[in-house]
């Protein structure tokens, strides 16, 4: 019989023994645990069936009164079973309460799907977060000066003009600011001027859906101000002394304290890791601290306040301060730091936890950690439902867990340490037991990051489609670095104060850290690979995975039989690799038009197994691969593309190839005889990036054909030389032809270009013809066109329309059936032996392209 392992605490009149209970030896005797648990379901319950509120309010009141039924019965588990299912519907209510329910003057009820310019007012409901833009040859339009940049934040809604008068209206909009907005925080009152539309959802297969996102946060409109911060005003102040200005006001100095100190690199880092303030540093700085897996030593997260509570605690015991008044203190710096950076899931959970064991140390009665664990999970919860699927909460309550059940079995293990083994380690001489006990220090701190590592690992890979191996080596002295940098950097912040000139002193510390930090990340970066991405993990294998995790962990016949526990283990991760390694060929071509913007990006997957694609880039920038390209082809199951055709060398046609080279292996890039022609920096960054890679640039020109098993493409422009003109007039147009049916890509053609492509005689008639230049009707001989290819069906690859002229389109006047990106989304088109299929992702269309029959709408 195993008993809990026995801690001590120390007292005024001595330390008092009591029992620490270990997440592993009483997890289901804390009350809190089953009631945390049932609430989860039933807001995850609620989350995916989107339960009728009264219904969910019904069965939480038949459940209860069941239950004060059962109390006095003969089975004491029934009771139990009622209580959880309660205390599920409840949750399941609470969550239908905060997404779902809005009030019959709630912003929703005035957006539709067309933006349309409004006047309101309201109160900023967030912390206004500012992007600046990062350098880059790959990013078209970028601004400059002091007012680069964007600004997001959400609008507590109060009015909206309505023919001169000011009406009353509720609920919350995202606001998105194409500027800076300077001066302004949580708490103002503020008038706007933009234009209003509801939430896009996702335009492409496996895109993340933002608008669910923002609707689990009662956010159903989004207000876009495209003339900067002139059409952002303040009428009110929030307060001078409210939290939020109080807080602004703060993290403002800390940052230029550390700006005056250290460069700008190490002063962005240090202000997201002592203030949470990320604006400073680009999105690429972020993206190496994500692949390399310790993007939370930079979040502040559970890890921070421990550190800082801890220093705390040395120093005021260095003082002498009674341990009482000592636990107090810590306590609440911690919830004013807490505060000060934001009260994310990760710091509330921590805080709450250290408040937690710090009030069992004020009255001197046990905790059990599960119990404080599991509090914390449920203040989130009631705070912000939606944290139920954020990933970074996720990941914090996890390797909280883990780190419990570690430390229960590290207290049992030393419990169980053989005395003769004690007195050899006695006997050595001291600098052999120092450097024994550094060696076990550092062997101890990688087998944990392996355990969480292993922990966390099915989680990301799900949600990030990254595996981060290069964070099981630089993890410990990573985490070391930034723990000394924080230190360090408080202590400056408390010096810039008290001491004037002299808290330079402290930032050399600061900066030293952060330098080797920032070296090791970068060559931590060096090291990966893009074999680090994972295509889609399966939600059935996830789940799975951690509940056969936390049986192995928790139940107590588990634990004995462990070398059975390890086998179940690894068969469900063989069960795992082979469901996310199968692959089914299928019988036929598939073509897919994404919806990227203004830009391009065509898939084509072959019947043979082979996958191409047809330009990638957007006048988006290069994150279109991020946020479109990529999670359509993991979705699909694509880890290898074959081979990438550049139709011509314009920014939106291919600055997404970089990112691509970085999560997918590339067998050949082809294009135009002409591309590296254009001295731009973005031709020239793009080349360098490819020569890099190592992959193979194959160049093409009218009559060259190519074979892909079943499928036939052809080369019909540009020539070898020529035509003189823009890159348009050279765009590569490729013709494909799959069986009987056929399709012809080509990019920007217009002018000059598309005359000499008019000329040659075409085989066959085309099923679905790109529109070339975006559907733009500005590209020459339209009617030409379509008289020569005769399509059914014409897809453009285009951004939302700025005016209802431009959303005319001249196809369907010519016979064909004309399909935009916008507002389609993507469209996918299957060709087999006995026909071809169009579908479009975001209208949910779908029809049979019949040879020689007109498509009806």
Not at 136 to 143: A, N, T, V
Not at 290 to 311: A, E, P
């Amino acid at each position: 019989m195993s008993t809990a392992p026995t801690a001590w605490v120390g007292s005024a009149g001595g330390p008092t023994p009591y029992l620490e209970t270990p997440l592993t030896d009483r997890v289901w005797r804390a009350p809190l645990v089953p009631v945390a648990l049932a609430f989860s379901a039933g807001i995850l319950l609620d989350r995916f069936c989107s339960l009728p509120l009264a219904g969910s309010l019904f069965a939480a009141v038949v459940m209860l009164a069941a239950w004060t039924a059962t109390l006095r019965g003969r089975s004491p588990g029934l009771p139990l079973v009622y209580m959880a299912l309660a205390v599920a519907a409840i949750g399941s209510a609470y969550h239908h309460f905060r997404c779902d329910t809005v009030s019959a003057d709630d912003i929703s009820h005035l957006v539709d799907a067309d933006p349309k310019l409004v006047e309101l007012r309201g109160f900023l409901d967030a912390e206004p977060v500012v992007q600046r833009p990062e350098a880059d040859p790959l990013r078209s339009f970028e601004r400059e000066g002091p007012n680069a940049g964007s600004t997001m934040s959400v609008l507590r809604v109060s009015e909206y003009r309505l023919r001169g008068e000011w009406m009353p209206v509720s609920g919350r909009a995202q606001l998105l600011v194409a500027g800076v907005l300077p001066n302004l925080h949580t708490g103002d009152e503020v008038e706007v001027v933009g234009r209003l539309q509801e939430p896009e959802g996702p335009a492409n297969p496996g895109e993340r859906d933002f608008a669910s996102e923002l609707r689990e946060q009662g956010i159903r409109a989004v207000l876009r101000v495209q003339k900067g911060p002139d059409g952002v005003t303040r009428l009110e102040m929030g307060g001078t002394w409210s939290p939020g200005a109080w807080r602004a006001r703060v993290r403002g100095w800390g940052v230029r304290a550390l700006q005056q100190a250290m460069p700008e690199r190490q002063s962005g880092l240090a202000a997201a890791l002592l203030l949470g303030e990320g604006s400073l540093l680009g999105r690429r700085e972020w993206d190496r601290y994500i692949r390399t897996g310790v993007i939370h030593v930079l979040v502040v997260s559970g890890q921070h306040l421990v550190v800082l509570g801890g220093f705390i605690w040395l120093c005021l015991r260095f003082a002498q301060v009674r341990q009482r008044r000592g636990v107090l203190v810590v306590i609440v710096l911690l919830w004013v730091y807490a505060f000060l950076t934001g009260m994310r899931p990760s710091v509330l959970r921590a805080t709450l936890t250290v408040s937690v064991f710090g009030g069992g140390l004020l009255v001197r009665r046990p905790v059990i950690a599960a119990n404080a664990l599991a509090l914390a999970w449920l203040l989130v919860l009631l705070l912000d439902p939606a944290d139920v699927n954020d990933i970074g909460c996720l990941l914090s309550f996890l390797c909280v867990a883990g780190l419990y059940w570690d430390h229960g079995r590290q207290l049992a293990t030393h419990a169980d340490v053989d005395p003769l083994d004690r007195l050899l380690d006695e006997a050595r001489p001291a600098w052999q037991r120092w450097l024994l006990g550094l060696g076990q220090v550092v062997l101890a701190h990688y087998l944990v990051t392996l355990g969480l590592w292993l922990v966390v690992t099915p989680l990301v890979a799900a949600r990030l489609h990254f595996v981060p191996l290069t964070g099981l080596l630089i993890g410990p002295p990573v985490v070391l670095l930034t723990s000394l940098a924080l230190v360090a950097g408080f202590l400056y912040l408390l010096a810039s104060l008290l001491l004037g000139p002299l808290a330079v002193l402290f930032a050399w510390p600061v900066r030293l850290c952060l330098s080797a930090c920032d070296w090791l990340v970068e060559l931590g970066d060096g090291l990966r690979t893009r074999h680090g991405y994972v295509s889609d993990v399966p939600g059935w294998w996830v789940w799975g995975f951690y509940l056969l995790l936390g049986a192995g962990l928790l139940l107590e016949r588990s634990r004995r039989l462990w070398r059975w526990a390890l086998l179940v283990g690894l068969a469900w991760l063989c069960v795992g690799l082979l469901a996310g390694a199968a692959s089914f060929r299928p019988d036929e071509l598939r073509v897919t038009f994404l919806a990227v913007g203004h830009g391009g990006c065509t898939v084509i997957e072959t019947p043979d197994g082979r996958t191409l694609l047809y330009d990638a880039g957007s006048l988006r920038g290069p994150d279109v691969v991020r946020r479109q390209i990529a999670p359509f082809l993991w979705q699909r199951g694509i880890r290898r593309i074959d081979e990438v055709f550049l139709s011509h060398a314009d920014l939106d046609h291919f600055n997404g190839v970089r990112d691509l080279l970085d999560r997918f292996a590339i067998g050949q890039i082809t294009c135009t005889p002409s591309f590296d022609e254009k001295n731009n920096a973005a031709v020239r960054h793009i080349l360098a990036v490819i020569e890099k890679h190592k992959v193979p640039v194959r160049r093409v020109w009218r009559g060259d054909r190519l074979d892909a098993g079943e499928v036939e493409i052809e080369v019909l422009h540009p020539p070898e030389k020529g035509p003189e003109g823009i890159e348009n007039v050279r765009s590569l147009v490729l013709h494909v032809r799959h069986g009987r049916q056929a399709l012809l890509l080509t990019g920007d053609l217009e002018s000059v270009g598309l005359d000499q492509v008019l000329r040659r005689p075409l085989k066959g008639r085309i099923d679905v013809l790109m529109a070339p230049h975006h559907g733009s009707r500005r590209i020459g001989n339209l009617p030409g066109l379509m008289s020569w290819a005769r399509p059914q069906v014409v897809v453009a690859c285009q951004e939302r329309p700025r005016s209802r002229a431009d959303s005319k389109n001249p196809y369907e006047s010519n016979g064909a059936r004309f399909l935009g990106t916008w507002p389609h989304g993507a469209v996918s088109i299957r060709s087999h032996a006995s026909g071809m299929v169009v579908e479009t992702f975001a209208t949910k269309e779908r029809f049979v392209v019949r040879p020689g029959k007109r498509v009806e709408k």
